[in-house]
T-cell receptor, first 113, second 112 residues
Framework: AAGVIQSPRHLIKEKRETATLKCYPIPRHDTVYWYQQGPGQDPQFLISFYEKMQSDKGSIPDRFSAQQFSDYHSELNMSSLELGDSALYFC????????????FGPGTRLTVT | AQTVTQSQPEMSVQEAETVTLSCTYDTSENNYYLFWYKQPPSRQMILVIRQEAYKQQNATENRFSVNFQKAAKSFSLKISDSQLGDTAMYFCAFISGNQFYFGTGTSLTVIP
């Protein structure tokens, strides 16, 4: 079965640079979520999209933005990167007509140096 | 505000034994979903089990079962016949609207 795809899997950036993370949800899933998981932390919800519209916002810094495109893939754009942005970034998707469970991608490990 | 609490940061269990991971949550909503996710050393987040709040029957998935006590807002995970591959971080999660709230996790080690 198709799973959530995230790219790249690993990314190394320097402070003040910009990064773009991509997420391809499971086909027919209508909702995409982004999470940030720091070392030893639980995943923190950043933002979600339902049918290409932003539906909920969590602890996403103003330096970050995200959008969902017509083909349902989503991108998380991170600017003015800081050392503290180093984390594992998960994308998850779900089908709200089902039972709401989220299926997670493998994550993108971002390292800011 | 919705909160999820996992009061056991670390647990261990002998292989083939049974272990129960605790989770409590706080919400004013009546209809919601609860989940347990497993995160092995690979860091992949894997859904273990799901419980709909409107269902009184406890969910079961093979060796994994839950004890859902809605009035007490408790949602514990029981792992029977523990296997070495069960070693992982386990997160309890609650969904409200389009937001997931995770607990801080319980690190489970299965000892051979």
């Amino acid at each position: 079965a198709a799973g959530v795809i995230q790219s790249p899997r690993h990314l190394i950036k320097e402070k003040r640079e910009t990064a773009t993370l991509k997420c391809y949800p499971i086909p027919r899933h209508d909702t995409v979520y982004w999470y940030q998981q720091g070392p030893g932390q639980d995943p923190q919800f950043l933002i979600s999209f339902y049918e290409k519209m932003q539906s909920d916002k969590g602890s996403i810094p103003d330096r970050f933005s995200a959008q969902q495109f017509s083909d349902y893939h989503s991108e998380l754009n991170m600017s003015s990167l800081e050392l503290g942005d180093s984390a594992l970034y998960f994308c998850a998707s779900s089908w709200t007509q089902g039972s709401y469970e989220q299926y997670f991608g493998p994550g993108t490990r971002l390292t800011v140096t | 505000a919705q909160t999820v609490t996992q009061s056991q940061p670390e647990m261990s269990v002998q292989e083939a034994e049974t272990v129960t991971l605790s989770c409590t949550y706080d919400t004013s909503e009546n209809n919601y979903y609860l989940f347990w996710y497993k995160q092995p050393p690979s860091r992949q987040m894997i859904l273990v089990i799901r419980q709909e709040a409107y269902k009184q029957q406890n969910a079961t998935e093979n060796r994994f079962s839950v004890n859902f006590q809605k009035a007490a807002k408790s949602f514990s995970l029981k792992i029977s016949d523990s296997q070495l591959g069960d070693t992982a971080m386990y997160f309890c999660a609650f969904i409200s609207g389009n937001q997931f709230y995770f607990g801080t996790g319980t690190s489970l080690t299965v000892i051979p």
